[in-house]
Antibody
């Protein structure tokens, strides 16, 4: 059974750096074709893709946020980490981790973690 | 503003069919057969319903079907059931620079 679970702070202050961890099981990010993405959803708004890391360590970022994002993986711990710098109240959202395979569709999602940016 | 355009809301009665459209450009929906659809119930994570335009993951009822014509993809739900009431999002591959774009979401109400 494939599962993903996000963890991180529920509250961050403006200008701080957010670090989120996705811990997964049931698959390996060292297996060819496996990928993990971060996607966020502000309250009452649409989904927004943020970043992706592939089995071969290729990394991809949202063009609008790429200067603020870093994605990495620890294959031995089955974890993917996202850092987002210079947090702003508009970054308040539920942040999801999701797996994708060759087609690119996000077939398994974590439960999400809500992050509020406020002083 | 989302890259892909979806109607804000659609509705239908139980047993009826509804279609949700997702309009993009030749750089995303029209350029690749990598459109996916997600169902999201309130307070829950999205769930993959359709991938590669028209393929259904295991466990998704065959009442859900997908198609594409030009720059517009569509999700059709036939035999509407109460539990289909949810938000639906389309998503498309958009090339190696942009990579992924989502639609703004459509709220389906089962009357």
């Amino acid at each position: 059974q494939v599962t993903l679970k996000e963890s991180g702070p529920a509250l961050v202050k403006p200008t701080q750096t957010l670090t989120l961890t996705c811990t997964f099981s049931g698959f390996s990010l060292s297996t060819s074709g496996m990928r993990a993405s971060w996607i966020r959803q502000p309250p009452g708004k649409a989904l927004e893709w943020l970043a992706r890391i592939d089995w071969d360590d290729d990394k991809f970022y949202s063009t609008s946020l790429k200067t603020r994002l870093t994605i990495s993986k620890d294959t031995s711990k089955n974890q993917v980490v996202l850092t987002m710098t210079n947090m702003d109240p508009v970054d308040t959202a539920t942040y999801y981790c999701a797996r994708s395979v060759e087609s690119g569709a996000f077939d398994i999602w974590g439960q999400g973690t809500m992050v509020t940016v406020s002083s | 503003q989302s890259a892909l355009t979806q109607p804000r809301s659609v509705s239908g009665s139980p047993g009826q069919s509804v279609t949700i459209s997702c309009t993009g450009t030749s750089s995303d929906v029209g350029g690749y057969n990598y459109v996916s659809w997600y169902q999201q119930h309130p307070g829950k994570a999205p769930k993959l319903m359709i991938y590669d335009v028209s393929k259904r993951p295991s466990g998704v009822p065959d009442r859900f079907s997908g198609s594409k014509s030009g720059n517009t993809a569509s999700l059709t739900i036939s035999g509407l059931q109460a539990e289909d009431e949810a938000d639906y999002y389309c998503c498309s591959y958009a090339g190696s620079y942009t990579l992924v774009v989502f639609g703004g979401g459509t709220k389906l109400t089962v009357l």
